[in-house]
């Protein structure tokens, strides 16, 4: 999701190209020549959402479906698509297999590297991040699951499903205590 005070880049489609602006300045070469090797990739690819979805991974990670349609004025299946089509080019990478949330891949952080957003995240807004992808594709999350998907202790995994039940950000999904609790996103 794009942080307050930073604008989306303009998009504009000229000549039959696409011309990237960041922010109000001058047009992003850089940017135009990545996305247009990976249109030279994966023809199928849209130049312009894919030129708006890497710049807003600059900024924010993660990106999902919604957010790109938002920005790109297109449907949600459009989005999913482009997102998809970045991946399969190797622009960007899931968080979560079979999750629908983006981050951008090992390969275009090297490449923009000096361009990504500084911005501080407090770890367990992270853990958020994956455990919301985790539930993309599942029902529930266990502090087994979370364990394994945030690389901790099983107790550290308990503790950061409780906080995140504190802040609302999940529920239990029955009165069940102990190790067999299980937390879906809070309604």
Known sequence: MLRAGHRAPDIEEADGGVLVTL???PPDTELVAHVDELVAVDTSLDGVRSAMAIPALFLATPLRAETLAAMAQCTTTEADQTLASLEAAGAVRRLVRAGR?????????????TRLGRTTRRALDQHFDLVCAYLDSRPAIGRGDAATLLDVAPNCASRI?????????LATVSDARGSGVRYRLAP
């Open 101 to 113: 949330a983006y981050a951008l891949s090992d390969l275009t952080r090297d490449r923009f590297r």
């Open 161 to 169: 499903l409780s906080d995140l039940t504190r802040q609302g950000l």
């Open 23 to 25: 922010f109000g300045g």
